[in-house]
């Protein structure tokens, strides 16, 4: 079988750790987000991926060399500008002409996809969406549905008090063929906004698969965080190594992932944080629920804490302080909140 990834959005949310690797192939618990989601949708007979890109291919390219991922087959569809995220699919599963799988780029999930394909066959449906709850679903798509899992309306990011229901769209999708002539060629087109909305209308052609396993959409920098702790708490499957063998710690760390050839020196503590790939912590700093990206240094007695983002190769002086900040290598600017 074979899936379409939604993998071309910018993830600004991400900035600055976005400006240079792309949001799907940002680190959880040391291994790259699409490896695992790759791994997981080849656990369940997916042989060939088609990568919907738009915003930075070229790190993905270099990621995978031979253009596979242990038995998964890659393929590339760069869009010239961002097709939204129907667009998307419509382009990059040109050729496809059987059932196929949708994922967002950015859901971390256990769920059972083989389960959801069956379900999806069992009522003949046109395209099913995966349905997770949430406690707050003003953020993601809102999806009613009937008793039997049928779709009754698509609410993409209502105001609170005006969604019908906590269960949401968790970003994964089983699409007829068929749907793809829905959706006008090479322009921007919404899935949830536009192509989801408008199969409610019609009977028995969109249905809701309700699971309730692990789901987080890492798009945001406290899900960021949080993914990487759960994998620590082992939450998630596929290996993971919180302390990369080839990193150097001499001074405290806890509840925190810690890359290949990171250096955290005497004196230094760090909690609850993600130090990426040759990533250094000078003596007495301290980093607490924050991200250094590839590279970057927090020099001796810097402070990094409040959930802030530190951009690939950036240095942060002696004694500074980032509290909730964003900082973004030189030639990127430097985004508020
Ligand atoms: N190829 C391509 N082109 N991909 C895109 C584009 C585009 O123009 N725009 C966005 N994407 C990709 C992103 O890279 C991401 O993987 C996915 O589409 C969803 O975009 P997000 O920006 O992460 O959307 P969201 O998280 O606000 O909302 C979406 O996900 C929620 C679940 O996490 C929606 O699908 C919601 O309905 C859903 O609840
Ligand atoms: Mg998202």
Known sequence: MKAVLLVGGEGTRLRPLTYTTPKALLPI??????????????????????LSMGYLPEPFRAHFKDD?????????????????????????????????????GDVLTTL????????????????????????????????????????????????????????????????EPSVLEGIPDRVNVSIERETFPKMVESRKALYGFHWPGYWLDIGSPEKYLQANLDVLNGLLPRESTAIDPTAQLLGEVVDSVVGPDVIVAE???????????????????????????????????????????????????????????????????????
């Open 29 to 50: 618990g040391n291994v790259a987000f699409l490896e695992r989601q790759l791994a997981w949708l080849a656990s369940h007979g997916i042989e060939e991926v088609v």
């Open 68 to 104: 596979r991922f242990d038995n998964v087959k890659l393929r590339y569809a760069v869009e010239e500008s961002p097709l939204g995220t129907a667009g998307g699919i419509r382009f990059a599963a040109a050729g496809i002409k059987e059932r196929f799988v949708v994922c967002n």
């Open 112 to 175: 059972d996809l083989s389960a959801m394909i069956k379900f999806h066959d069992a009522r003949k449906a046109k395209a099913s969406i995966y349905l997770c709850e949430v406690d707050d679903p003003s953020a993601f798509g809102v999806v009613p549905t009937r008793e039997d899992g049928e779709v009754v309306g698509f609410i993409e990011k209502p105001p609170r008090e005006q969604a019908p229901t906590n269960w949401i769209n968790a970003g994964v999708y089983v699409l």
């Open 267 to 337: 004196g230094a503590v760090v909690e609850r944080s993600v130090l990426q790939a040759g990533s250094r912590v000078g003596a007495g700093a301290r980093v607490v629920d924050s991200v250094l990206g590839v590279g970057a240094k927090a020099h001796e007695g810097a402070v990094v804490v409040d959930v802030s983002l530190v951009g690939d190769g950036v240095e942060l002086p002696r004694d500074s302080r980032v509290v909730g900040g964003r900082i973004a290598p030189a030639g990127y600017e430097t985004q508020a909140q």
